[in-house]
Structure formats: C-alpha cells, structure tokens
C-alpha cells in the first residue's frame, strides 16, 4: 500500500469505521469480540486493499469468516461459566431504554440465544440493511433459506422476555406517536 | 406483523450501539502492520542478495550507537576500525549543524492550531506507472490535545484510491482524528533536547514499534512456522531505524527550536545519512536535501529543508519505484479553527 493508498484506505475508514465496528459487535454479539474482530478485518483489508473493490462488501464476508472461525473454535474449548454483569431485572418497558449502554446488554444476550446463521442473517438484512439476495450470496445458501431463517429468528427473538418488553414498548411509542400526530 | 418486528428490531440495534465509535489507532495500527509486513515479505526474497551487496553508501559515519562523537568516514569506511583520527566534520556534516542553528534561532509560532496547506502525490510504477496528485488538503492539528481535522480537496481528478474503478470510495471532504492523533506540544517538548539522549529515546522508540509489528506478523504468519523455521529476515541497523524515526519527527510542524535542533545533531551522527545542499522542493522554493536508504529494506527516505528556517518543507518516501510526496505549501498558527478553505 503507498500512501495514496493509505489516504484512500483512512478515508473509508474514517467514513465506515464506526458502523463497521457496529456491525461486528452485532455479529459476535459481544462488544470485546466485536473490537477483535473490527481490527482484525482493518488488518485484512489494508492487506488487500489495492486489489479490492466493493471494501464494504469485503469487510463483511471477512467479518463472517472470522465470527464462523470463532464460532467453531469456541466448539472445541471447554464449556466456561461466564459472568455478566447485573442488569436491572426489572420491566424493560418501564425503563429508560433509549440508553444505549443499557440497551446493548439486553440486545447482544438476546442476539446470543440465536444461532450464527441466524444472527448473522438478521444483522445483515435489518442492521446493515442488505437484501435477501446479497446475504443469500454471502452465506452460499438460498434466499428461500435467508427468508425462513429471518422469519425463524424473529418469532425466537420475541420470545426472549427482555426483547418482547423492548418490543412491545417500541411498539407503545409508535403508537402514541401515530395517535399524536394523526 | 413482520414489517413492524423488523422495523423495530432495527432501530434496537441502532440504538444499542450508536455510542460505539472506532479507535482511530486501529487504522494507524493497520498501516504501518501492511508497511512492515510488505517489507519483511520483500526482505525475505531478497535476503542472499542483499548480504552479498556490502552496500556502502554512507557520507556520514558515526561511533556506533553512541551519537555523539561523529566522526568523517569515507564510501566502504563503516568497517574499519577507527584509528583515533582527530574529529573533522564533513560537508553534509557542517550542513546539518548550519540547519541545527538556524532551527535553534527560529522561534516557535503561538497558536493553538498549527494549519497545513499540503499537497501529496504519488508516483506508482506497479501496473502501469502514472504520476498522480491525490488532492490538496489542509490539516488543522490541536497541538494542546493531538486531534485535528483535515480538509481535502475532493473535487480535484485523481482524488481517492487511484484505481477510478467502480466501488473505489471517495474521500470524505473532511476527516477528523480524535486527540492523541497527533503528538501534543507537551509530549514533544517532554523529549530530550541532548543529541545523544534524543538518539537514545529515538532508538527505543523504533524498536519497540519493531517488536509489536515483528509479533504481529509472527502470529499471522504462524501457518507457515515451519517453513521460516531457518529464515532469519535481517534487522535494520540502528542508524536504520534512528533515521525513520528522526525523519518522522522532523516532519511534525510544531517541534520547539531545541528539539528540531537536536535531531539535525542525531542526523549528522547518523551513518549513511546523505545532505544534498542547493536542491529545491517540488515547487522550487530553495531547500536542503536530506536522504538515507534504508541498509535492509532498500527504501530511501528524504526530507527537504527549509535553509533559513530549519522548517521541513517537503517529504519522500521512495520504494522500487514507487514514490509518495508530501509537500507542505504553508504552515501557519491560529487560536480559531479555520473554516474549509475549499467549500463556497
């Protein structure tokens, strides 16, 4: 890379970084992870850069491959016991959710309950707003396949008592809002 | 109702993470990993070649690591043994020591902001060479917090990657960088003044950042253990990695008189260090030529200096044929950030 090609490469990282960093911690489901695999994906772009042309496009199949490499990894280590942190076990739609530190707790453990498939199929076509064709290309498998897996992941996600409250309350405000200015 | 859950489901997600902002050293940590990696690649191609060359190309010769006491050498000197000939500086010498005077006597503008006028230019000798201006831009650097901003020129043809093809992105027409980006007034005038302490703090600078990227590309190139198990890519001299970093610091604008003194003084003491008097900038104002190539990865690095000032004008860097060029047209220092210069 020379350093016109360096220029180029800060300047896409300076416009896509923090919803590339966004995108990964959705995909991992974890803030840690998702800061490894954001710079590990700078990394291997600015490796290839001269040679790439869609880098959005390229940052995202390198961001599977790396949460797909983790996931199988983690298959192989030894089950630990993990400690999260308290959350505020109280009603969701009581609370003050517009906050995204708290927000993210709830959203990442429930996106944790999905498999990769589906987490990754539902971050990149309602997160990073990809349509069933493209994520059908990224993930070799149909669009048949991302529709039914994306419908699946929903009904999952809204079992999850934590989301359902954030739904249902998101829901509320719609509402209010339709009422308000109707 | 799908449309709504997923409407919904969206907007959690961008609410959850909208505090989420990219470490602006990630980039930064990026490229300079791809330059070393490129080199260390390139380095263990030509290995067998480089040890038979014996390149001597030195003007300058140096007791080795002390940097204090230089001493003249000739071409092919950096082997012999010194016979406590008495200390006589050379022509490059006593043009160093003329810059390291007039930077002494040239007093630091005040003004919070430093404002820098560039333009940058790359000349590529890969598929198909071409000479290409990436644009003007003009960089407002916070010399109290490091941060800045950096305004560039994107209407200019040839802005960008250079490649023009479809999906190439466009540079933003304002970058900002968060503080710490650039070194601080006080983190530079925290540094040693002393030649031989600035080689010192230069030095292990160098190789520090040499460690991280040699362990980096150690964990990348981990698959091919076995096949580098005898390869011992060569370490750059210490003059080697003294030079890429004074080089570096020269560059920086706000450096106090002492300091961009002092590292004239590491220059003159630093072998293979080349001084061009008489030379000029990419756009002809008189200046002072300093170069080195590089005893391991064959790059030469050149900066040209202001002769009056002591300022650096303008900055090389040359690798097998390619060349990238920085060039600051102006350096001024203001207490208000200035508007973008190339909007309305």
């Known amino acids: ?182 | 109702m799908p449309e709504i859950d997923e409407d919904i489901l969206r907007q959690l997600m961008v609410r959850s993470t909208d505090d989420l902002f990219a470490p602006s050293a990630a980039v930064a940590g990026a490229i300079k990993r791809q330059r070393r990696h490129r080199m260390r690649t390139r380095v263990i191609g030509v290995a067998g070649t480089a040890a038979a060359a014996g390149l001597a190309v030195g003007t300058l010769a140096s007791t080795s690591g002390s940097g204090a006491h230089p001493a003249p050498a000739g071409p092919g000197a950096s082997g012999s043994t010194s016979k406590a000939a008495p200390i006589q500086l050379t022509a490059a010498q006593r043009s160093l020591f003329g810059l390291s005077a007039a930077a002494a006597k040239t007093p630091r503008p005040s003004g919070r902001y430093v404002v820098l006028t560039e333009r940058t230019w790359a000349i590529g000798s890969g598929s198909g060479v071409d000479v290409s201006e990436i644009g003007p831009k003009t960089s407002v650097i916070d010399t109290i917090t490091g941060g800045g901003l950096t305004y560039q020129d994107i209407t200019v043809s040839g802005s960008g990657s250079g490649s023009g093809s479809a999906g190439t992105p466009t540079p933003p027409a304002v970058l900002t960088a968060a503080p710490g980006n650039s070194p601080t007034v006080a983190q530079l005038d925290a540094m040693p003044t002393d030649p031989a302490k600035l080689r010192a703090v230069l030095l292990a600078q160098a190789k520090y950042q040499l460690a991280q990227a040699n362990q980096m590309s150690a964990a990348k190139n981990k698959k091919f253990e076995k096949q580098l198990k005898n390869v011992t890519p060569p370490q750059p001299t210490d003059d080697d990695l003294v030079y890429e970093q004074a080089a570096d610091l020269l560059w920086e604008p706000d450096l106090s008189p002492a300091l961009r003194s002092a590292v004239y003084k590491v220059l003159a003491a630093t072998q293979g260090v080349i001084v061009k008097t008489g030379a000029a900038d990419s756009s002809g104002r008189p200046a002072i030529e300093i170069s080195r190539r590089d005893t391991v990865y064959k790059t030469v690095v050149e900066t040209f200096e202001d002769p009056v000032t002591g300022a650096t004008r303008e900055s090389a860097w040359i690798n097998h044929g390619e060349t990238d060029e920085d060039l600051y047209k102006s350096i001024t220092y203001t207490n208000t950030i200035p508007a973008n210069p190339y909007q309305g």
């Open chain 1, 1 to 182: 890379m020379d350093r016109k090609q360096e220029r180029a490469f800060e300047g896409f990282v300076a416009e896509s970084g923090d919803s590339l960093l966004r995108l990964a911690t959705l995909l991992t489901s974890d803030q840690g992870l998702g800061e490894d695999v954001y710079q590990e994906t700078l990394h291997r772009l600015a490796a290839r850069w001269s040679r790439i042309e869609n880098p959005r496009a390229f940052c995202r199949q390198v961001m599977h491959n790396i949460v797909i490499d983790q996931a199988r990894l983690k298959r192989r280590q030894v089950p630990q016991i993990q400690l999260v942190d308290a959350h505020d076990g109280g009603d969701p739609r009581t609370a003050d959710s517009t906050s995204a530190v708290e927000l993210r707790p709830l959203l990442l453990d429930a996106l944790r309950t999905l498999t990769l498939q589906q987490r990754t199929i539902v971050v990149l076509r309602y997160f990073d707003d990809r349509s069933e064709n493209e994520v059908a290309g990224l993930l070799g498998v149909s669009t048949g396949t991302v529709k039914s897996t994306a419908s699946r992941a929903m009904a999952q996600l809204r079992e999850q008592p934590q989301i359902s409250g954030l739904f249902a309350r998101a829901e509320t405000e719609a509402t209010t809002r339709r009422v308000r200015y109707a």
